[in-house]
């Protein structure tokens, strides 16, 4: 089975084909220029990479968030059409599981998070296993404070990474003091091999979905629709 992997829930732009798991092509693009002028072209190339024609796709992973509201609408719309397009089925993919999927073979705590702003972190806590990781809490929405509030739960070391690192880095090693492990700067962007292998998985177990019954994790309200939902209330 070929796989297309899309990211766009972050600043970074990444895609990727798999095989049955295996990485045929990947690209990652960390630039000022907007996701919808990135994406297409970049999903051309993966595909030239990979030695393969867009009708031999069966199946496209999309990242579904949480994420960038702006991004994660450019991304699925982007897998939506496609997948009507080549009449493949699609399957949304945690982007904190993505994110948490290269360290899972360590077997320890994982706590992707990402910048939501507002002095708040997108964040999911994952349990490192062979395979996909264990989710034990999230999505959440919350102060870097309160997540650390929530990690007191497990014990041990707990590995941070996402773009919410080089933001509230300082914080977690003040709220956790050792328990707080950080991965290098390289490993903090998303991947779309990530993405694409636990669409793999999903699409194998028969999780696949029509274009139309897609939708996005954003586990908080947008600026747009808080501001409307406080004129609504008055």
Known sequence: MYVLGIEAATPVAAVAVVQDGRILAERLVNNRRTHSVNLLPMIKAVIEEAGLKPEQINGIAVSAGPGSFTGLRIGLTTAKTLAWVWQVPVVGVSTLEALALPLAPQGQLICPILNARKNEVYASIFKGRAGRPQLLAGP??????????????????????????????????????????????????????????????????????????????????????????AKCGK
Do not use: C, M
Request: charged share 15%; hydrophobic share 50%; net charge negative.
């Open 140 to 229: 959440l929405a919350v102060s870097p404070q309160r997540l650390a509030e929530v990690l007191t739960q497990w014990e041990g070391p707990i590995t941070f990474l996402g773009d919410g690192v080089p933001v509230y880095q300082q914080e977690i090693v003040d709220l956790l003091g050792e328990r707080a492990l950080f991965v290098p700067q390289s490993a903090l962007l998303p991947r779309g091999a990530a993405v694409a292998e636990l669409g793999y998985l999903q699409l194998t177990a028969g999780q696949g979905l029509n274009h139309l019954d897609l939708a996005a994790q954003y586990v908080r309200l947008s600026e747009a629709e808080v501001k409307l939902a």
